[in-house]
């Protein structure tokens, strides 16, 4: 059984950092891609970043390029978003979700499995 849980969320200034942790069991991060993506009230699943099989990564959303950084411990099983600059337009639920397969994908539909998400505020 695929499982993941994020972590890592809170409430911080702007310009603020955090880092979030994707932890995953049932599978291995080394065969499957593993997205983050955010969802405010009222709308759809936004994808930011993802990692893929092999190490790729893509990223999706420009707002986050050079902000947010991905990466992944394949021993522990763990992917990480690390959230830089933080701007109030950022405050989301930020998830992390599995792909059957190996290879990246922005649309949420794509994806196997997800965590329960974890509450990113950002403000003054």
């Known amino acids: 059984q695929w499982q993941l849980v994020e972590s890592g969320g809170g409430l911080v200034q702007p310009g603020g950092s955090l880092r979030l942790a994707c932890r995953v069991s049932g599978f291995k991060l080394t065969e499957y891609g593993v997205g983050w993506f955010r969802r405010t009230p009222g709308m759809e699943h936004e994808a930011l970043v993802c990692i893929s099989d092999v190490g790729g990564l893509l990223i999706f959303h420009d707002s986050v390029r050079g902000r947010f950084i991905l990466s992944r411990d394949d021993a522990n099983n763990v992917v990480y978003l690390e959230l830089t600059a933080l701007k109030p337009e950022d405050t989301a639920t930020y998830y992390c979700?599995?792909?059957?397969?190996?290879?990246?994908?922005?649309?949420?539909?794509?994806?196997?499995?997800w965590g329960q998400g974890t509450q990113v505020t950002v403000s003054p």
């Open positions: 979700a599995a792909r059957p397969v190996g290879s990246c994908s922005n649309w949420w539909g794509s994806y196997r499995s």
